[in-house]
């Protein structure tokens, strides 16, 4: 009994970054998933501190990113995810130059910190180590054009999962540590100036909750995302472009759904999108994306 | 064995996880935190005698003979200075660290974060014309100044031009009235910053507050209370360190504020106010480019802003006559028909076409667009960093900040007179597809402003110090060729913008060998 719901959960794969930090999902040991990503933004309106407006000079900002991922079951106990993107952006109107690259290599430890299941209802909660660092030497300080922060960071995300029969509830809190780091300038300005070519970035914190139904073979849910900017940002000074160590803060909410065919249940196809509710220093993004993963397994042949 | 993965598990977790979020606690190191209290190679005894700017005498204003150092109320400014120190706090040991590097320089950086905080330009109406700041209302919106870089040039030149002309008529006093400083009339009293040699009345760094103070009135009417708070703590520095009593401190700041004065009423008749134009002049810019055949510049902002100030070309110079700018006035740029020009446009879009992330580093780190202290306090930036290794007495400091200071808002008359005689378009203008690495300036290309900016200053500073010629002729030319490789100039613009920079340099440079500092 125990074994078949274990199957369940290591048949649904990770999909997103954040999505596979903050899911309730794990791999069993020597399986490992792996796959790719495709996921589109864009925004035409952005909040400048509190106001909300919209830049004729940028028009529509767009970003594309193809991620490729894996998640490897280590122990019973212990998942590695590891996750890469290569970005791409573009402003449509104006005369900023997109930008592209690889942009962050993710590696993370997923550790199955307590669970126990009473009738058909199962409590899950996961602790999650999770430390990024950029893969290629893009500007950060071109923003909103820029393919990233730059700053190599931390996570320490706990996750709870509740599922009773198909329907589920995952709750998570994040706390994102970020290192400072180089921009391309030897001083800069932002509440006060600094003569250096480092910038402290203020670190995050990211809650989510997800709520859905969740079988072998479908998941759906629907999520709701704050991700709130820890003291040291500032806001985008009016009519300025934004700075790398801005205050930037949302409020997302998001639909998902993976499906994996019984016929094949190695195989495993997702979508999904978000909107910004709201938020600070960032933009009002509405973001697609979709993504194919396949199981593999490294256990030695037995019955 | 399954305890004991479990056990390895967390354990791993928990030990990577507190290394990680224990140890990133990072202090920035900021240069201008490194430098040291200033202690003068040369005190300069003669610069009473240098050339000024505008003070017609060094004794053009005034100053009351000082009470004498042997008088019972000298004793008393002396004790002033004992009960401050006998209970001196953390917070006025940080502003004597602070201020002690020197009070032209603090200042200069003081005036770089004025203008990095106000380099923004307005938001637009609902209509999609744009606000213009107001001198007679600046807290409205937008708030006055905006700081572009004519503005900042011109705004760094006389606060430099100002703070040396008031410590040349300190140097003029000091000798003239001689008192002795307070801790060499009073051996046990201690000093907290390198002693100097010199009389102490006036203090200089009391004319550098007032005369300082009195233009970031003007320049920076919406900071008074932040200027006002950073003069206060620099006058109580002086006092507390031992330097300086407080009578001496007064005296510079009342000479300080009547020269201020001179350099206020010429900078209200300079025609900085009339250099934004009127829409019927914006026209007739574009008019008369089209009348000659030629292709006028057009704003690229959405929606099109306004010409930046199209007659700071015609603001009066410290140094040329209306005449000498038209004089250096470049030849006009390759005519948009032209082959030249064709060549020139089609180096750009190749040059987009093909950008790599050296390109980039070059750009940005030139760049000095919105929101930071501009080119030119870009340059007073590194001449900041190579004058704290010399050890300049305060009197040098000034001067050479406003030869530097003087070269650069030179550099930007001739440069926007030479912009707006021929209101050529950027290179995006005539090809849509050039994308840029950095914003377009709002203005027209020819000549580039970052070119002449940059060569002017270099030629200054490589004047002032010899040895380091190469290398500021490095980074003023590295700073030119960042606006092609950021491919919002033609390769014209830069290189003539170099050599009319050049020019203007040198007739600071002419002044500066014969000013009697040399």
């Known amino acids: 009994m125990k074994n078949k719901y274990l199957l369940g959960l290591l048949l649904a794969p990770l999909f997103?970054?954040?999505?596979?930090?903050?899911?309730?999902?794990?791999?069993?040991?020597?399986?490992?998933?792996?796959?790719?990503?495709?996921?589109?933004?864009?925004?035409?309106?952005?909040?400048?501190?509190?106001?909300?407006?919209?830049?004729?000079?940028?028009g529509t900002v767009y970003s594309s990113s193809l991620a490729v991922m894996g998640n490897y079951g280590l122990t019973k106990k212990l998942n590695v995810l590891i996750s890469l993107p290569y970005v791409k952006t573009k402003a449509s109107a104006g005369t900023l130059a997109g930008q592209e690259g690889v942009q962050d290599l993710t590696l993370s430890l997923k550790h199955l910190t307590f669970k126990r299941k009473i009738n058909r209802t199962a409590y899950t909660v996961y602790t999650v180590l999770g430390l990024s660092t950029p893969l290629s030497d893009y500007a950060a300080d071109f923003l909103p054009l820029s393919i990233g922060a730059k700053s190599k960071t931390a996570t320490l995300r706990l996750i709870a999962d509740y599922q009773n029969k198909r329907f589920f509830t995952t709750f998570s809190a994040a706390y994102v540590k970020r290192a400072s780091i180089e921009i391309d300038r030897n001083s800069y300005f932002t509440t006060k100036p600094y003569y250096t070519n480092r910038v402290d970035m203020p670190d995050v914190i990211n809650v989510n909750y997800k709520i859905g139904y969740r079988t072998n073979t479908l998941i759906a849910e629907a999520s709701l995302e704050n991700m709130v900017t820890q003291s040291g940002g500032f806001d985008i000074t009016s009519n300025n472009m934004p700075f790398p160590s801005n205050t930037m803060n949302a409020l997302r909410t998001g639909v998902f759904t993976k499906y994996s065919p019984k016929q094949n249940p190695r195989l495993s196809f997702l979508a999904g999108c978000n909107y910004t509710l709201n938020g600070r220093n960032v933009g009002q993004t509405t973001s697609i994306y979709g993504g194919l993963f396949y199981i593999l397994n490294f256990n030695k042949k037995q019955s | 064995m399954k305890s004991t993965f479990k056990k390895t598990s967390i354990y791993l977790l928990a030990v990577i996880s507190s290394i990680i979020f224990t140890s990133c606690n990072e202090d920035l190191e900021e240069r201008n935190n490194e430098f040291q209290a200033l202690n003068p190679i040369s005190q300069d005894e003669e610069a009473g005698a240098w050339k000024t700017f505008l003070l017609t005498s060094p004794n053009e204003y005034s100053l009351d003979a000082p009470i004498a150092s042997n008088s019972p109320a000298f004793t008393r400014e002396i004790n002033e200075i004992k009960s401050f120190q006998a209970n001196i706090t953390a917070e006025q040991q940080r502003i004597i660290r602070y201020w002690s590097v020197g009070g032209v320089l603090r200042w200069n950086e003081i005036m770089r974060a004025l203008v990095a905080k106000h380099n923004r330009p307005p938001y637009q109406n609902p209509d999609g014309t744009y606000p213009t700041p107001s001198a007679a209302n600046p807290f409205a919106n937008p708030e006055f100044p905006f700081s572009s870089p004519p503005y900042a040039a011109r705004a760094y030149?006389?606060?430099?031009?100002?703070?040396?002309?008031?410590?040349?008529?300190?140097?003029?006093?000091?000798?003239?009235?001689?008192?002795?400083?307070?801790?060499?009339?009073?051996?046990?009293?201690?000093?907290?910053?390198?002693?100097?040699?010199?009389?102490?009345?006036?203090?200089?760094?009391?004319?550098?507050?007032?005369?300082?103070?009195?233009?970031?009135?003007?320049?920076?009417?919406?900071?008074?209370?932040?200027?006002?708070?950073?003069?206060?703590?620099?006058?109580?520095?002086?006092?507390?360190?031992?330097?300086?009593?407080?009578?001496?401190?007064?005296?510079?700041?009342?000479?300080?504020?009547?020269?201020?004065?001179?350099?206020?009423?010429?900078?209200?008749?300079?025609?900085?106010?009339?250099?934004?134009g009127t829409p019927a002049?914006?026209?007739?810019?574009?008019?008369?480019?089209?009348?000659?055949?030629?292709?006028?510049?057009?704003?690229?902002?959405?929606?099109?802003?306004?010409?930046?100030?199209?007659?700071?070309?015609?603001?009066?110079?410290?140094?040329?006559?209306?005449?000498?700018?038209?004089?250096?006035?470049?030849?006009?740029?390759?005519?948009?028909?032209?082959?030249?020009?064709?060549?020139?446009?089609?180096?750009?879009?190749?040059?987009?076409?093909?950008?790599?992330?050296?390109?980039?580093?070059?750009?940005?780190?030139?760049?000095?667009?919105?929101?930071?202290?501009?080119?030119?306090?870009?340059?007073?930036?590194?001449?900041?960093?190579?004058?704290?290794?010399?050890?300049?007495?305060?009197?040098?400091?000034?001067?050479?900040?406003?030869?530097?200071?003087?070269?650069?808002?030179?550099?930007?008359?001739?440069?926007?007179?030479?912009?707006?005689?021929?209101?050529?378009?950027?290179?995006?203008?005539?090809?849509?597809?050039?994308?840029?690495?950095?914003?377009?300036?709002?203005?027209?290309?020819?000549?580039?402003?970052?070119?002449?900016?940059?060569?002017?200053?270099?030629?200054?500073?490589?004047?002032?110090?010899?040895?380091?010629?190469?290398?500021?002729?490095?980074?003023?030319?590295?700073?030119?060729?960042?606006?092609?490789?950021?491919?919002?100039?033609?390769?014209?613009?830069?290189?003539?913008?170099?050599?009319?920079?050049?020019?203007?340099?040198?007739?600071?440079?002419?002044?500066?060998?014969?000013?009697?500092?040399e």
């Open chain 1, 16 to 58: 997103l970054f954040s999505q596979t930090e903050t899911d309730g999902l794990f791999m069993s040991k020597n399986y490992f998933c792996f796959g790719t990503v495709y996921q589109h933004n864009s925004w035409n309106e952005y909040w400048e501190g509190d106001f909300k407006r919209e830049n004729l000079n940028l």
């Open chain 2, 157 to 276: 030149a006389y606060v430099s031009a100002a703070q040396h002309d008031a410590l040349v008529a300190t140097w003029f006093y000091k000798k003239q009235f001689s008192r002795i400083a307070p801790f060499t009339q009073d051996n046990a009293l201690q000093v907290l910053v390198p002693k100097s040699t010199l009389p102490s009345y006036p203090s200089e760094d009391g004319a550098i507050c007032g005369v300082t103070v009195e233009l970031l009135k003007l320049l920076f009417p919406t900071e008074i209370a932040f200027i006002q708070e950073k003069a206060a703590e620099h006058q109580l520095y002086r006092i507390i360190a031992g330097a300086n009593v407080r009578s001496d401190v007064d005296a510079g700041i009342t000479l300080g504020k009547k020269i201020a004065a001179k350099f206020i009423a010429r900078a209200s008749s300079d025609g900085a106010g009339a250099a934004i």
């Open chain 2, 281 to 517: 002049q914006w026209a007739q810019l574009e008019n008369e480019t089209i009348a000659k055949g030629e292709t006028p510049w057009k704003s690229l902002e959405l929606p099109a802003r306004p010409p930046m100030l199209p007659f700071f070309g015609k603001v009066k110079s410290f140094i040329m006559t209306p005449e000498m700018v038209i004089a250096n006035r470049p030849v006009p740029p390759p005519s948009t028909k032209s082959d030249l020009f064709k060549k020139e446009l089609a180096e750009i879009k190749s040059i987009s076409q093909n950008q790599t992330r050296r390109n980039m580093e070059i750009v940005t780190f030139w760049a000095d667009g919105i929101g930071t202290y501009t080119p030119p306090g870009h340059w007073n930036a590194i001449a900041a960093e190579s004058f704290v290794k010399l050890n300049y007495s305060e009197v040098r400091w000034a001067r050479n900040m406003a030869l530097l200071n003087i070269a650069m808002m030179d550099a930007a008359i001739s440069c926007w007179d030479a912009k707006y005689a021929y209101y050529n378009p950027r290179p995006t203008q005539i090809d849509p597809s050039i994308k840029t690495n950095t914003g377009v300036p709002n203005f027209p290309a020819y000549v580039s402003g970052h070119s002449t900016f940059s060569a002017a200053a270099s030629t200054v500073l490589s004047h002032l110090i010899p040895s380091k010629k190469t290398s500021f002729e490095a980074m003023a030319k590295e700073a030119s060729e960042s606006r092609m490789l950021g491919c919002i100039h033609y390769r014209s613009d830069c290189e003539k913008g170099m050599e009319l920079g050049q020019k203007v340099g040198n007739l600071t440079v002419q002044r500066a060998k014969t000013d009697g500092a």
